[in-house]
T-cell receptor, first 114, second 114 residues
Framework: SAVISQKPSRDICQRGTSLTIQCQVD?????MFWYRQQPGQSLTLIAT?????????ESGFVIDKFPISRPNLTFSTLTVSNMSPEDSSIYLC???????????FGPGTRLTVL | RKEVEQDPGPFNVPEGATVAFNCTYS??????FFWYRQDCRKEPKLLMS???SGNEDGRFTAQLNRASQYISLLIRDSKLSDSATYLC???????????????FGSGTRLQVQP
């Protein structure tokens, strides 16, 4: 299985600021995704991070609010921009290798916006 | 109607009990089915895939009924360590992006008591 790390593991931020979350995987993977899990809720897909091109966003999520980079096959970043308390959530990176038909999740970044 | 529906629980059962979770999904074009386990403040981890023929892994049995759009998970001889939230997960093509994506149920919480 892939080993995924995320940084930071948690942060407390002020309203109006931005936070960039990093995701690193120990092997080259075909697909990388970013999810959000709000308190007491299940996971919601934000976007698919595409290597070398713009991310593909799901309904309700836009690039201006959640810019994503994926410069290579093992690394991606998600930025939460102009944060408000409603953005308080856990943000999870996940990866998928087609041969495994399974998604592995990073440990998550717990964000609190004051 | 939610795309993937689960009873949130909690299910409180004694050690050694047998417990069953159900899940229904609304999209008949759903392609793959999984049960994930999520411990408190941890990332989700794949428990098992679900196949039409039904499959078993030790104390865990998963079944899929495509006609009724229904998935189940049976846990026999419950252990204290089985206490977690169990997420029903379905893959389908995103109507927004056309890409295959995971859709998560809100989870069923299980608490096994001594």
């Amino acid at each position: 299985s892939a080993v995924i790390s995320q940084k930071p593991s948690r942060d407390i931020c002020q309203r109006g600021t931005s936070l960039t979350i990093q995701c690193q995987v120990d092997s080259q993977v075909t697909m990388m995704f970013w999810y959000r899990q709000q308190p007491g809720q299940s996971l919601t897909l934000i976007a698919t991070a595409n290597q070398g091109s713009e991310a593909t966003y799901e309904s309700g999520f836009v690039i201006d609010k959640f810019p994503i980079s994926r410069p290579n096959l093992t690394f991606s970043t998600l930025t939460v921009s102009n944060m408000s308390p409603e953005d308080s959530s856990i943000y999870l990176c996940s990866v998928e290798q087609v041969s495994y038909n399974e998604q592995f999740f990073g440990p998550g970044t717990r964000l609190t916006v004051l | 109607r939610k795309e993937v529906e689960q009873d949130p629980g909690p299910f409180n059962v004694p050690e050694g009990a047998t417990v069953a979770f159900n899940c229904t999904y609304s999209n008949s074009a759903s392609q793959s089915f999984f049960w994930y386990r999520q411990d408190c403040r941890k990332e989700p981890k794949l428990l098992m895939s679900v196949y039409s023929s039904g499959n078993e892994d030790g104390r865990f049995t998963a079944q899929l009924n495509r006609a009724s759009q229904y998935i189940s998970l049976l846990i026999r001889d419950s252990k204290l360590s089985d206490s977690a939230t169990y997420l029903c997960v379905v893959t389908q093509r995103s109507p927004d992006t056309g890409r295959r994506a995971l859709t998560f149920g809100s989870g069923t919480r299980l608490q096994v008591q001594p």
